[in-house]
Every structure is written in C-alpha cells, then in structure tokens.
C-alpha cells in the first residue's frame, strides 16, 4: 500500500483512492425505483457512509457484506457529516501488514510482546509442560493469529493484537502474585494463562471485520480451546516424545472450559482447583480493571460539555453502572 | 458366582458368603479404643450396615473405599434392623455378568435394546453420517460401556442400561415424531440422540457404585462427548474413508454441547439449530415426565400409611414440586 | 367482497378501494397547524402507512383506533416507499370469510384439522371425558372462534388459524408417543391438550387485530381456561348425565393452569402429575422446535447479502440466542 | 368433652384419657420383630410422642395418619422428655367446639371478630357489591369454615382464626388509610380483601391438624378463589337480582389471582390496577410485619441464655435475616 | 421575576424573554460548517427545542451544560412542533421562589406539610427522640432542601416537595395505623420515616435540573443517611445534652440502610426489626400505589384514541406490567 | 497463664485445670429430673463435650452463654470420643497474650505484619491520605483490634490476625501489580486496601469466641466502615491539619461501601472507578483463591480413604463446586 489516507482525515470534496473495509453491504432504491449501492466504507481512523449510484446487479453480488475493497470516488458533505460518492469498488485480499492500516491495533510492540511471553513458557519445569507450550509456540500458522487477535468484538481489548496483549499481561502479572501464594502450581497457571483464550484467534473473524465465526458461535471459544488442546497434547506426545501427566493435561482442560468463572458467563465448569480459580479471577479482574480504566478515560476529561467529557460516563452495561471518571487525587 | 444371596434376602442369625459392593469403608474405634471396621454391604437389593471386630490395620489398607468385595460372616438384629458381623473380607474384581446382580438394572433386554438402536442408525441416509456412526458402534470397548451405563446417579434411569434405555427411548420418539416436522434433518436429529449421552460412559463410574470420574467432575460428560467426536470424526474419515460436511459436524459438536438447554443446566451453549432444540427439548420431556412417573408409583399407592404410599410424593427437588400419585380415572 | 387487491400489489399512482385493516390511527397537524390522518393500512399481505389532508374531527372520532374500515384512495412513492392517499374512510364490519384475507392464516385447512381433532377426542375411553369433550364441540360459538384463533401475537404461531393447528399437533404427536409412555392415562392427556390454550380464544382479539382483551391481560388464559372447564363441566354434568370423577376434574384444572411450566412463564402452579409434566414438556417442545424452524427459515439461505440471508439470523429473544440457518446437510 | 387435660400439663406417671389430635402415625418393629405404635399425641399446647406395645394390624388400620383420637394410657420419662404409653386408641370425630382446645387458636373472639367484618362489608355503596359480599356472608356452610380457617400452615397465623384475623385487620386498615388516597375504590379494596385470602378455607385442612387438601396442592387457594367468585357472582345475579358491573367482577378476579405480588410468590398475574396494587402490598406489610413481631417475642428477650432467648432469632427464611429482638427505647 | 411566560403558552411568531432553564447544550455544525448552538429551552410547563445561530466559542463555554439562563428570542414552527430562534442567552442564578415556576412541583403547601410534620414530630415520647428530632428540625439550611427536594428523578414524585409530601403521608399513614400494632415502637416508626429519604435532598440536584450528584452517585441516599445521622447525632447529644439509647440509634441507623427492602434495590441491609419491616413495607406500598394511580390517570381515560388515552398503559418497568386505568365502578 | 493444656492433649482420665473458651452453654435435665450443665470447652486446638452435674441455678446464672472460663474437672471416654466431667467452673477475663492459645491464630507473626503494613502507608504521596492513614494507625486500640481480629467467623481466614494477614497480602500484591496498571492511583487503591475490611475489628467479636456483635449484625463492615472514616476524616484534618480531598474522599467512602462488588455480596453500590474495581476484584482473587487452597489441603491427599483424603473435596458452598485436591504435577 503506497500511502493509505485515513478515513478521519478525509476533507470535503477530496478524491479518495485506496484500501478499505466495507460493511454492511446493502441495495437500497431510489425514489425512482433504481437501484443503489449503500455501504459503510472505514478504516482503523473511522468509517463513513458511501454511495454508489447506478448499482449493477453483478457488481453487487460481487462485493462482500463485510470484507474489503479497493475503492475509489470524492467526498461530499450530507446532513452535517461526510458521504462518500463511490465511482468504482471491487473486492481485495489484503496482506498481513495492512491490516493494522485497516482496523484498530494495540500500540505496543506485536513482537516484543510476543517475545516476552515465549521466553515466560520457556520458563516452565516441567518437560512435558514445555513441550506442550512448544506444541503451540512452533505452530505458524496459529501464531500468526495469535499475535493479531482481538481480544472481542465490542468490548474490553477490542483491537488487533489485543488477545497477546491481554494474555502477557495475565502471564506477567501473575509471575509476579505467584511467590505470595507458594500452594500455587506455576508451570499450570502460567500454561492455562496461556491457552485460555488461545481459541479466540479463531472464534473471532478478524481478517475483514471484527465478528464471531461459525466455529464461535456454535461451539464458543472455551469449548473449542478444549479441542484445540487435545490436537497439541497429541503433538507435544508425538514431536517431542514427552510423557503429558494426565492430572496436568486434565486440569489444563478445566482451566480452558471454566475461566468464565459461571455458567451465566459461559463457563462449562465451575473453576474447582486452586489454579482455576486464580486464572479465572485474575483474568476478571485485569479484564473490568481495564474496561474501567477506558471508560474513565481521564485524560478527556473536562474537555467538552457533553457526556463523554462529564464526572459520569453512561452506564456500562459489562459493569452494571456509570463509571466516576476523575482521578480523585489530581483534579 | 454360584448362587447369590441378595441383600433384602438377608434373615437373622443367617450365615452370608459372597461378592458385594462396599461402599463408605471406615476405621472406627470401640469405647475401649480397639479400632473395628464399619462398612456398608450391599447390592441391587440393598444395602446393610456391617461390622468387623479386631481390625487389622493391613487388611484395612488393602480394601476399597467404595468396590467389590468378597465377604462371610452372620446377621444379628441391631436397632430394629439387621447387621452383618463380618468374619472375612477382601477386595475382588467382578465380571461384568455379576455387575446385573450386585447393581440395580434396566428391566429391558440389553441385547434387544442395543439391537434396535443399531439398526436405526443404519437407516441413516448420508454416507458421512452412517460412517461415523459405525466409528461408535464399532468401538467395542466403548459400546460395552454404553450398553451398561447408568443415565445417573441418584435421578433419573440410575441404573445399569439407564443410558441406552433412555437414548433407544429418545430415538425411538424422535423417529415418530419426525414427520410431523418435515423441516428437521433426521440425520442429525437421530445421530445427535445417539450421541448426546454417549460421554457419560465415563463420566459416571459404575463398576463398584454410582460415582462421578474425575474428569466427569472436572469436564462434564457434554465437553466430554465433543472431546470425543473429534476423535471419532478422525476414524470415521480414516477407517471409512468418508468425508463428513464441516456444518454437520459442527452441529453434532453444538446438540452434543448445549443438549441441557440453558447453562445453569451445564449447557456450554444455548441451542441454536432446529434439530439442537428438538433434541434438547425432546430429552427434558423423557427425563422429567420419567421421573414424575417414578416418583408418582402408581401401582403402590394407598399401601400404607406413611407418606410413600400417601396421594402426594414428598418434595421433588428436580421437578420443583411435589407430585400427585393416583391415576386420576382409576382410583 | 368482489375481489381484493393485496397490499403487496400495490403498484404507484394506483386506485385502490376496498375492506383493509386499520391501525395505530392518529391525529396529526401540518406544519401550517391542520389536522390531518396517520394510520397504517393492511391485509395479510402486509401494511401500508396512509394519510388523509383535511381531517373532520367528526370523521376522526367515528374511526377505530385499530380495526377494520373501508376505504379508498389512490397510492404514491414517498421515501422509497409506496404511500396511500386516502379520499374516503369509514368503519366497517367484516365477514369470517374476509378474515381470512386480511390477517394472516394457517396454510392448512381448518374444516380438515378441526374434524381430525374432533375425531380424536371421540377416542376417548371415560364416558365422562367424552361428554366434558362434547360440551366443548359442540359449542358452536367457541369452536367458530376455536378454529379461528391465532396461537400467539408476536411469537409462534401468530395466524389466524394457529391455535387449532398447535393443539392439533400436539394431540398427534402425543398419540404417537403415548404407546411408549404405559403409565400415562390417555384420556387425560388428550383432554389436557385440546384445552390447554382453549382460552386463547378469547385473551387474544383477533376480529381486527391481534391484540389482548381485557380478560386476557388481566386474567391470562391459564385462569381463564380454568374458569371455563368449570362451567362445560356443569354442561357435562347437566346435558350428558355424566359423572365427571373428582380427581380428573382436578387434574384438568391443575394442567390448564400449570401448563407454562414454571411461575416465571405464568403458570399459577407448577406441573404435578405424570399426564401435566408431559403436557407441559411437549408443548413447549414444540413450541420452541417450531420458533427456531420459523426463524431459521431454510428456504431463504443465501438469497441476500444481509442478516436476513445471513447464515445466523439476529438474537432470538424466545430462545435467548441466534439461529444457525442452513441445513447441515444439504448446504 | 368433659374436662380436657392438656399435654403441657402432663406429669411424670399420670394418667391420661381424652380426645387428642394424632400425627405422623407408623407402625415400628422392635428388637424382637414384633409389632408397636408410634404416633405423636398432642393439643393446642403441645405435642408428646407416644407407644402403643402389642399393636394389632386390625386396630392400625383403623387409625388415621393424622387425625382425631380418643386415647388412654400413663405417661413415663424417657430420654429427659415425656412420652405416653398407650393402652387404648380410636378414631373419633370432634365437635367445632371442642378444635379450640385440640388445635391452637386466636386469642381474639371469632363471633366479635365477624360481626365487625361483616358490618363493613354492609357499608359498601354499590348494589351489586353488596349483593356480591351477602353471597358469601349468607353461605353459612362457608363462613363456619372462613370463622376457624387457619392462614398457613407454618408462617403466619398459623392458628384457628387466622383468616379472619388477618382479613379483618387489612378491612380495618384499609378503611383508616383510604382517605388518604382518595383515587382509590373504597368498594373494590374492601371486598377485595374481604376476598382475597377465602379459598384458604378448602385450600388447607384443619379439621383434623393443619395440612394442604388436593386442590390446595394442585390449584392453590388463588385460582380456587377465583372459581368461588364465579359461582358467587352467579348468586348474587340470581338470588338477589343484582347487575354486577362487568369490570368490577374483572378486578375482584384479578385482584384474588394477583395478591401474592409476583409470580414466584405463586401470583397468576402482576398486580395491575391500583386497588391490585394496594391489596397486594397491604396482604405483604401486615404479613411480613407481623412474622417479625411474632419472630422478636419482646416479652420473652432476655429469659434464658439460649438463641430463643438471645438479642438476634436464628434466621427467619421468610424474612431472608435473624430478627434483632430488643425493643429498642424499653430495654 | 416579574411576569414569568410558560412553555406551553408559546404561540408561533411570538418574542420571548425571562429565566429558563437550559438543558442538554450543545454545539452543532451547520452544512455550512459553521457552529451554532442546540439546547432545550423549557420549565415546569414542558420544553422546546431552541437553536442560535452565529455562536461564539466564548459564550458557548460560559453556558451551563444543564442549569438556569436568561434567554431572548423568538419562536418558529418546524417540524409540527415550535422551535426557540435564540438572540441572547447568558447563565443566571435563581431564587428559591422562582424554582417553583421553572420546575414541576408539588400542588400542596409546601409550609402547611411542613408543619404537620413538625408537629408530629413533637408528639415523641423519649426525650432522646425529641433531641434528634430537633437537630434536624433547626438545621435550618438542611430543612430548606427537605422542603423543595424532590422524590426521585423520573419515577413517583418527581416534583419540586415529592421528598416532603412523601414523607408526610408516610407520617400520617403510620400514626393511623399503629394502634393496630400495639407491639410496634411508635418514636422509632416516626422518627424512622422522617429520617428515611432525608439524604434524597442531597442524592438529587435540582436546584438547575433533576439529577444525581456526586455523592449520591457514589454513595446513595441510604449510606449518606447514615452518615448524616451520625452528625446530628452528635449535635442532640452537645446541644440538647440529650443521651440517646444505643440500640435506638443503632435501629434508626439500620432502618435508613434496610428501607428499600433488599439488596437487589439498594438496601445494604434486610429490615431486621419489627420497625424497619414496617417503614420499609410502608414506603413500598406508598411508592407503587401512587406509581399505579398516576401511571392509571383515571380522569383522562377514554379522551383520545392514542395510547395514553386506551384502557390500558404502556408497559410500567418498576412495576412490571401494564395498568388496567378505569374505576372499575363508574365507568 | 502458666501452662495451657491443648484440648487435642486430652488423654482419657486426664485431671485438667486452666483457661478455655466455653460455647453453648446450656440447663440439660437428667432422666431424674435432676438440672446438669451441657457446655462445649474448647481453646484453638479443638473442642470437647463437658458436663458438670448437680448444677445449681446460681452457677449457672453466671456463666456466659458463650465466653471464657476457668475450669477444672477429669475427661472420661463417652461414645467413641472424650468428654470433660466439670468440678469447677466460673467466667474470667483474659489477658490479650492469652487469646492466641485460645482462639485459633495465625502462623505468622503479628508484629512483622503490622510493621510491613505501616511501612506501606508511609510510602503514599499525597500528604492528606498520609494524614489518614496516620488517623487509623496512630488509634491504638483501633489497632491492637485491627492486629488481631479474623477475616471471617467460617469462611477465608477464620482465625486471630486474619483481616491483618489479609490485607497486608493484597497491599503487598496490589504495589507488585499497579507497575502495570498506570493509570491506577496508587494512594487510592493502597489506602482503600488499608481501609476495606478495617470494621471488620467490631463487625466480629472475638474476644470470646467468633461472632456477629449487634452493630455487625445490623448495619455491616461496608456501612461501619463508612461511619469511621467520617470520623476518622475529622481526626486528620484537626490533628495533622491537612486539607482531605473531597474527591478522594468520596471516593475512598465508595470503595469501603462497594467492595464487595454485587448487591447480593453485600456492597451498597456496585464498584464505580478504576480503583474501586481494582480493589473489590483483588479482594475477591484472594479470598476465593486462598478458600480454594485450604480446601484442597494438598498436603494431606491420600492419606486416608474417607472423604477428607480423597480426590475431590465436599461441595465447598462459597465456591459452588467441589475441589480437585492433588498438586496435577507432583502426584
């Protein structure tokens, strides 16, 4: 991608040519009764209404729901906001690197962070444990996922990268409680932090817009992480000839099926060992923490009269209430 | 086993030799401070409370908590019931011909019942679904289970055969049922029948007493049954050479996981197909009505006077009510 | 009524004239403060929003706010949509026959599913039930409404028709299934389930819209339907000579009442007896098979780009989640 | 009955000879396998277990599982408590008279008691709801048991006279407080709580000892209420030719069906008009206020050193919390 | 403020001037992109929406997000309803006598419930009781909100005095009521009530609009009553030198806390004494009864077709169901 | 005290004399009618059954229902275990340094606890949350409670030192975790540790045996807490002279009332800013995490067959499950 103009950059009447992501893909009329092509054209920077007059069917059976396009037209002012007037679209594969043009992305190193977490499972003591940490490590394909991930759709962590992110911070935040709780297994913890979202790089569509698959929503990413781990123990066995024990390989099991915490939130299995409980609320607590922390947004604060620049956000619905957003001590 | 004394049999000042089931194995201590054994000795029949005087500390370490043992000793009346005073005892194995008399059982034919149920799956149309079918019924070491398997242990069918009874029953439903609902896929709808119990197999562990395994506790006979439908897929495609449709092994993955209907129930998922709700709803309906049926005993009403023979059941917890006994056109 | 010109044939700048269902009739001003007509006009076919510019208050106050009027006009396209500009209005009454075309009816026969219900009940073995069945047949007025009912406003079944063609079901499908249930009185569950949602009939008003009466939001048709078997069995009793025995009365009451299974759904009890528990698990199963059917609605997979072709549909309310729409098996 | 000598008064080694209230009557065995009776004997003032040694089955079957007896015997020691040796026992019927000694009653006077009640019924102002209030007031069979009902059997009131203490309290209630909401109904509320409670009369048994009588159990003492108010409306139509205003004849059912409050309360429908919406919150204020006053037992704090003596009760399930007893300004 | 010109008496074309207060200010962009400002203009009469052209960044930031302005312009239709043309508005501060014209209030005398309270209040017995009374009563500052607050912000009450009004009739109830409980503690029961929503006057601002503050937020209405008695606690005790009982104030310290009930509705406590059972079963069904007689608005039913105008109400959410309006005896 | 005797050092026919904690005191009467003291006598190591016969009225009056007493008598084995047959016995106070033989205590030392805990708050920077930290730890008979007093009477931590050991645990983990958490205050979060459970030293008496005081009881550690800080907020701004930030203040008052987390748990408002959710989520990682480990009690797994050796604990009913015992990797 030569040069990519940003969708919140884009000025009245500008000649627009690139690379975006479409949604919502639909057919209106017009008032005449001719066809119409409705879509909302975006970027990590935002999105913007488009039109394109004069739809043709075969165009637009063409075109993807939701997925990308290489597009091109100018810009028009409408009803207070900008539309885009589509003169040509067609749909594109996109490569990995564009991606983090195209839709929201952490803004920490990808390959640091995943450095950091590799060089944590190298830690482990158990040599069956390594080689099970290795079984998913070594595997590429999975790990390029892994890296990109969005930690959900609408939520807390909801950006490329945001699984990794999440889960070297349980990792990293844990090695450091561990030495407070000595009863702790650390090779189990540190491995169940490790897989225990492991299965959303594929309960989540993230290489066209953020949505659930199928596979997601079927089978959820709990119960497809328990799956996932009965290929890699049948790696670590067979790649590295280590003898998984079965209580660890069981318990890993339960710590994938019940870190949910409650069946109400999606957990198959109540948390029933000291590690499934830790992971469990560790993984709570960093999630409401953060979803906290942005819904405060206290750097905004005071900025503007309206609501999101108020003490009170609206209500969160994952929080159950409206979030105080000043730092109390700084004001 | 020669000849078998069972339990309820049992009179005063009666000489007992035998295979039992013991259950709840424990070290007592007289007033004197001489350690007895205290141990519950039973089979399908019953269970009663046995003693053994001067215990032996080795003898004690070699018997099961809960299992079979081989046992003789006498009666004598203790409390207005009776009590075994044990002579010798030691652990046994059992075959599996001896389980139907030391376990309650189905009342049905196992061999006729399994018969049945084979020849319904082989009624199935698509060449995938008939191969993976055949994965299961195939699997000798498993089907031996399956034929034998309570469908719990303490509600509904907790008896030996309750599984196969109860998926032969659903099948058997379904399979009338069916064209009054064109729009269902029968496939799916008898393979998920079949299916949808097949883990608790192992979940349950009945080859001394009713108890959960540990990965019953810790997985849960729904995660279970997916973890093996992966498995079986594998032979299926292997042994068969069968491709088996993404979505309809999917759909067998989510009826397998979400057949308790809503997750407080265990459900991993909410059924979201029209064949996952019909199954799902279709085994609520056998169970419960099963259930208030037993619980209700028609043909023993009016016996005595206490509350079992009374028109009203005690409190069902799994029914949320208490259930009125009479036939109501036949008192 | 001659002929009926559909409102899904409406083209633009046609003459229409003709019996359609009103509702949500309204008064509005114009910006230059004159009052005129909002209302939705409909048939079976759908809906049309209508105006008519210089109201008569007098005009106003003889319309129904939802009900059935004459009315003729002529239509035009306002924002992409088609408009009908009425010219003149009136109340009217409808024939049953017209119902038919303008609310929404069963694709069955009703003479046909009404005679295959009667028969079943004529099935009965208790010369009581008989008569307690015939005091309902052979109500002219209630079984004219009977046949007509819809099961339901918003959710299954909403259709002239549906209450009939739900009943009907289930008797079928229960007769069916009775021969593996031998400890269910049959007699009992075939009554149960022709009068379980009898008092349908009247909670919901179906002569202009769908809507509940009075009775129905105040009362519900689980008190109301215990109300009426309280008077038909007087007429049994009167008109018959029949003896109705005490505990089946009772046991008829407890089914109408509690056949919504739990509190939370509005039943008045929870379901008590064998024959109850299976009313209220085969109605809901079908119930619930038959919303996830309706919602999957398989015929129309893949026709469009967007949620409503969509493999999953949007949330489900009823069953708590989204619907995975294809076939497994014949995608 | 003579002279009645009641079981808290018993001595060691009286005996004893009257019309007692027999529970929980079973036949035991005992060391010797022979035949006895254990039965719990008591009155209003308490309970006292007892034994009949040599029990003929003829005589068992003659006993009611609860009920009247006359019985004879001497009381012994047993086990730091009392316990009766019976020589002889029968089943007897009592007169009305006699329940007050046999089961525990109000300290008020039933006949004052229903005379007030009854002459605030006669100030209602409408026709017909003073003819709908004589159907009842004149049904004598009815106001005998209405007089005695108890208004639970284990919370509240749970003594003869309870219904009609607990209705004339919310009467006299009612009329004090209506001035100050002048939007209500003065007619509905009051023969609405005059209503709302009557079915109690069937819907427990107390002629013998205080239990649930079928329908009871399987409609509840609200749809039961609403069944006697259509067969009264019937009454007060014929009997006393009065029009009964449609709408109000709707309230008083909704009114009886809704006052349990919500549906887990066993309420068929929410409270919906305000003269619901008051009968229902007035039924729960004197209910729960008076479980907490009969719960604190100020009189007796400070009495022993035990919990029943103690500042805090045990927990009170109806009330969801210990009750702290001390009235706090006495002390 | 001289002569005050309603909301509800604008005309069209018409000049406007005085205080009103200003609500959800805003700063639109015109297609011109030019900013002008957006905010509802209204009073105790209703609202409007107004628009200045031409806005300059400084007066905008001068204005309050929500609170009271002097405003200058003239009135134009748009949209069928009439819109404010500002030309001058600049924030202002108001008099308590002119709050009453701006905000909805209660149609009582304010002095004249105050002063039934008042008196009431000096009608305690404990001279304790009278102290604490009292250091309320003189908190002259405090009373001047107890006076104006209102009872909540959208739900019952919501008027200028709701608080006051409230309470009074709480009061007056209660008084009446008591000597049906002679059990009960008169001085706590009144003192109770008095104190119960007391710290509603500092939850809710509404000296600019209805809403929450930051405390009242954070803490709510019952925790910030505790706190607040705690203080005045201490005054009774300096400055009247009365001793207060500990368990009295531990009592009233709880009833603030328990009062609504349970958890689920911001109590921090069950009501636990007989007292607090009462004042929280009173506010009940003080609450809903006025919630359903005002949702029911008896006086207009029947006056148009729409809606609010029909036999029932839209669905009320605090109370769970729609309202049936008529007076089901003067219809 | 000299020297204590453990209750677990009891031998049979032992002469024992000392200090010990007495429970359930109560009046039991022989089979001669004859008054007998039933007692519990326990101290941190266990407890035992005691009588004391020929008990007198006076004795008996002076005794605590629950406290501590001198006592002196010999044990005698009764059923299986030891009882204690009492020959003297009267209350008496204890000495602080006595408690810990008493009550079951901590393992760790109280000093070093305390002293790491100051050392923590002495690191906070803003000068007026130094000024209340100092306001609670300059209270020395706050904190020798503070320093002693158990987390819970049954739960997590039921032992002297236990809110000490708590909380010091989650301030040292919460400084090793806020490195990651930037945008957390740390003085907030350090100081609301500090502060959350700090009524917990009078919400529980444990100067006796472990139990709820009246306060605990009737308004909870969540309001109490808030009452102090009110307090203790006065004591730093007269003492130290600092300006309290309102906003820090508020908000620590909302950590103290909302820790918590749900209403059901008890929190009069659901955590509302960043650190609010920070501190009620590491509250709940520690208390559940640390229950789930003394459930497993892994060093004890195997050594015996009953329930308390095996693989799966009883259901834990905090934790809604039964716990896996064995360490997965060391077995």
Request: aromatic share 8%; net charge negative; charged share 25%.
């Amino acid at each position: 991608m030569s040069h990519h103009t940003f969708v919140k950059e884009f000025e009245a009447s500008q000649y627009v040519e690139g690379v975006y992501c479409a949604q919502n893909t639909q057919r209106g009329l017009t008032k005449n009764g001719k066809p119409f092509l409705k879509v909302l054209i975006g970027d990590r920077s935002g999105q913007v209404a488009a039109r394109m007059w004069n739809l043709d069917d075969k165009l637009f059976d063409s075109l993807p729901e939701s997925g990308f396009v290489f597009v091109s037209g100018h810009t028009q002012p409408y009803n207070e906001q900008l539309q885009l007037i589509i003169q040509n679209i067609r749909a594109t594969a996109v490569e990995e690197e564009q991606l983090v043009d195209l839709l929201p992305s952490t803004d920490q190193s990808i390959d640091d962070m995943f450095n950091r977490l590799r060089e944590k499972m190298l830690t482990l003591k158990h040599p069956g444990m390594i080689a099970l940490a290795k079984a998913y490590l070594e595997d590429e394909a999975l790990m390029k996922y892994f890296r990109l991930a969005p930690a959900g759709v609408s939520l807390h962590h909801a950006y490329l990268g945001g699984v990794l992110q999440h889960t070297l911070q349980l990792i990293e935040l844990a090695d450091m409680m561990l030495p407070l709780y000595p009863d702790l297994n650390r090779d189990i913890v540190l491995l169940g932090l490790f897989l225990h979202d492991m299965a959303k790089t594929r309960e989540l569509q993230f290489d066209t817009a953020f949505s659930y698959t199928d596979e997601g929503m079927m089978l959820g990413h709990l119960v497809m992480g328990s799956l996932w781990l009965q290929r890699k123990a049948d790696v670590a066995r067979e790649k590295y000839g280590e003898n998984l024990p079965s209580d660890a390989l069981l318990v890993l099991h339960h710590i994938i099926i019940s870190h949910h915490g409650i069946p109400d939130y999606g957990a198959a299995k109540i948390p029933s060992t000291p590690e499934a409980v830790f992971v469990s609320k560790l993984d709570d607590l960093d999630a409401k923490t953060q979803m906290t922390i942005d819904a405060a947004a206290r750097g905004e604060v005071g900025q503007s009269k309206n609501t999101s620049g108020g003490r009170f956000t609206e209500k969160q619905w994952a929080l159950g209430t409206r979030v105080f957003r000043p730092d109390p001590l700084t004001e």
